[in-house]
């Protein structure tokens, strides 16, 4: 079945900073790759996703890439401020939809 | 707000005994999901239904079980209750299979 790894586990940056998280998928058939932002406590939030038929997608001070070739997709958080602290995970998703998660990074930005 | 609602927002019971969680879908949609999210384990697929029909399983365990109602909404019943089925179990919906996932907010479940 697919397998997600998700790096790094934790991250700390200065306010205004870029973030960036990779995730790498095993099951070339996955053509799906979300991305969500969970704040302590609370539901996971769906903040940007990419299909397989797309290498990159920018939404504000998000952007996603993704490479099929290597099999692994990244999340890209241009002028960090304090509130994008939160716990962020990546999914993959192919036939059947089943969204199987990397482990999530723990984002802190430090004002 | 997802417009996935859940409830109880906690849940407080003694090992061996049976729990249901609900879940309403948000408006539209025909797909449910169950997640369980656990420290060591984080976000593990259980199940989906899709218009009162199961689609998918994940790593459910047998004394855990679902259904989607005609009405679209879907309750997770867990069973014989260990401390290890102490989590948060989140259900989210989505129009269509392959389409963005929304979830609720969550029950906390803890088992003592």
């Known amino acids: 079945g697919e397998n997600v790894e998700q790096h790094p586990s934790t991250l700390s940056v200065q306010e205004g900073d870029s973030a960036v998280i990779k995730c790498t998928y095993s099951?070339?058939?996955?053509?799906?790759f979300p991305w969500y932002k969970q704040e302590l406590g609370k539901r996971p939030q769906l903040i940007i996703d990419i299909r397989s038929n797309v290498g990159e997608k920018k939404d504000q001070r998000i952007a996603v890439t993704l490479n099929k070739t290597a099999k692994h997709f990244s999340l890209h958080i241009t002028e960090t401020q304090p509130e994008d602290s939160a716990v962020y995970f990546c999914?993959?998703?192919?036939?059947?939809?089943?969204?199987?998660f990397g482990a999530g990074t723990i984002l802190r930005v430090k004002s | 707000d997802s417009g996935v609602t859940q409830t109880p927002k906690h849940l407080i019971t003694a090992t061996g005994q049976r729990v249901t969680l609900r879940c309403s879908p948000r408006?539209?949609?025909?797909?449910v999901y169950w997640y369980q999210q656990s420290l060591d384990q984080g976000l593990q697929f259980l199940i989906q239904?899709?218009?009162?029909?199961?689609?998918a399983k994940g790593n459910i365990l047998e004394r855990f079980s679902a259904q989607q109602f005609p009405d679209l909404h879907s309750e997770l019943n867990l069973s014989s209750l260990e401390l290890g089925d102490s989590a948060l179990y989140f259900c989210a919906s989505s129009v269509e299979t392959g389409y963005e996932q929304y979830f609720g907010p969550g029950t906390r479940l803890t088992v003592t």
């Open positions: 099951d070339s058939a996955s053509n799906y």
């Open positions: 408006s539209g949609d025909l797909s």
């Open positions: 239904y899709y218009n009162g029909e199961e689609r």
């Open positions: 999914a993959a998703s192919g036939y059947g939809n089943k969204l199987v």
